[in-house]
């Protein structure tokens, strides 16, 4: 019913920025909840940062300084600003979405962020 699709991924230097963007289509709606994680090789998939339906926000402490995520309701995708981006900030990013009680993933974005 649910299938999430994201985009935006690529190679950036090191302070760079980039926009990774989530189409999501199905039985979505406006007060779902949705987030981004992201997983570099050998380590744990982790979370980056949430958006409730009403618009708060929940993010990496790490991160919350150079990371904002957002949402656009009409168009069902959630968005993902990545700014002064660092090598250590290289993952797979993955769009998640919970519809009632079942976790929905993305195929994951490739962000790799050179020194």
């Known amino acids: 019913q649910v299938q999430l699709v994201e985009s935006g991924g690529g190679l950036v230097q090191a302070g760079g920025s980039l926009r990774l963007s989530c189409a999501a289509s199905?039985?979505?709606?406006?007060?779902?909840?949705m987030g981004w994680y992201r997983q570099a090789p050998g380590k744990q998939r982790e979370l980056v940062a949430a958006?409730?339906?009403?618009?708060?926000?929940d993010y990496a402490d790490s991160l919350k300084d150079r990371f904002t995520i957002s949402r656009d309701n009409a168009k069902n995708t959630v968005y993902l600003q990545m700014s002064s981006l660092k090598p250590e900030d290289t993952a797979v990013y993955y769009c998640?979405?919970?519809?009632?009680?079942?976790?929905?993933w993305g195929q994951g974005t490739q962000v790799t962020v050179s020194s």
């Open positions: 958006i409730t339906g009403g618009g708060g926000t």
């Open positions: 998640h979405v919970k519809v009632w009680g079942y976790d929905y």
């Open positions: 199905g039985r979505i709606f406006s007060f779902n909840g």
